[in-house]
T-cell receptor
Framework: AQSVSQHNHHVILSEAASLELGCNYS??????LFWYVQYPGQHLQLLLK??????LVKGIKGFEAEFIKSKFSFNLRKPSVQWSDTAEYFC???????????FGKGTTLSVSS | DTAVSQTPKYLVTQMGNDKSIKCEQN?????MYWYKQDSKKFLKIMFS???????INETVPNRFSPKSPDKAHLNLHINSLELGDSAVYFC?????????????FGPGTRLTVL
C-alpha cells in the first residue's frame, strides 16, 4: 500500500528564512505528487503538482518542489518565507489519476515576523 | 463562483442523531470524493464516486452512506452519530485529463458530536 511520510511535524521560522519541508512516499510505480496548503480555518489549496517532465516544479506564492525518483522524495522549498505562509502543509500522492489522494500527516509551519 | 461548495459549514449535534452533509461542484468534473480530517489534522479518503458510481469505499462504518443523485452532487449521510465522528469532512472533485487530474476541495464541514 502507498504511504507518505512528512518528516517535520512542526517547523518554526523567522520571516525571510528559507524553508524546506521533506516528503517521502512509498510506491514503486509511477506516481502523481502534490503539495497542498491549509491556512488556519480554511480548506485545502493546491500549491503545486508533479505528473511528469521537469522534476523541478514551480507553484504558487513562490513555492517549488523537486521530485527525486531515486529517493522517492518530493520536498517543498521556498527561499524566503513570509508571516502569511503560516499554515499546515500536506504532501499527497496518487498512483493513478481519478483515485484518492494519500496524504502525509502534515507539517505545521509557524512564521514569526 | 464557488467551485466546490458544502453545506452546512458547521454542524453540532447530539450522539445518536442522524445528519447529512451536502456537496456540490460546478466544475463539470466526473469524480467526487469525501475525506475526513481528524483532530490531529490527518486526512483520509472515505468514498469516491465517478459518474454517480461508487468507486472507493474505504473501511468506514456502514453508518456512513454516500449518495450521488447526479455527477455534480455527492452527499454524505451519517446515522447514529458517535463522539468519534467529530471531525472536519471535506468534499473534493476532479476530472481526469491526459492521465492526470487535480482535486479541488470544498471549504469543509466541521462536525461536532456532543
Amino acid at each position: 500500500a502507498q504511504s507518505v511520510s512528512q518528516h517535520n511535524h512542526h517547523v518554526i521560522l523567522s520571516e525571510a528564512a528559507s524553508l524546506e519541508l521533506g516528503c517521502n512516499y512509498s510506491y514503486g510505480g509511477t506516481v502523481n505528487l502534490f503539495w497542498y496548503v491549509q491556512y488556519p480555518g480554511q480548506h485545502l489549496q493546491l500549491l503545486l503538482k508533479y505528473f511528469s517532465g521537469d522534476p523541478l516544479v514551480k507553484g504558487i506564492k513562490g513555492f517549488e518542489a523537486e521530485f527525486i525518483k531515486s529517493k522517492f522524495s518530493f520536498n517543498l522549498r521556498k527561499p524566503s518565507v513570509q508571516w502569511s505562509d503560516t499554515a499546515e502543509y500536506f504532501c499527497a500522492v496518487t498512483a493513478q489519476a481519478g483515485t484518492a489522494l494519500i496524504f502525509g500527516k502534515g507539517t505545521t509551519l509557524s512564521v514569526s515576523s | 463562483d464557488t467551485a466546490v461548495s458544502q453545506t452546512p459549514k458547521y454542524l453540532v449535534t447530539q450522539m445518536g442523531n442522524d445528519k447529512s452533509i451536502k456537496c456540490e461542484q460546478n466544475l463539470g468534473h466526473d469524480t467526487m470524493y469525501w475525506y475526513k480530517q481528524d483532530s490531529k489534522k490527518f486526512l483520509k479518503i472515505m468514498f469516491s464516486y465517478n459518474n454517480k458510481e461508487l468507486i472507493i469505499n474505504e473501511t468506514v462504518p456502514n453508518r456512513f452512506s454516500p449518495k450521488s443523485p447526479d455527477k455534480a452532487h455527492l452527499n454524505l449521510h451519517i446515522n447514529s452519530l458517535e463522539l468519534g465522528d467529530s471531525a472536519v469532512y471535506f468534499c473534493a472533485s476532479s476530472q481526469v485529463s491526459g492521465g492526470a487530474d487535480e482535486q479541488f476541495f470544498g471549504p469543509g464541514t466541521r462536525l461536532t458530536v456532543l
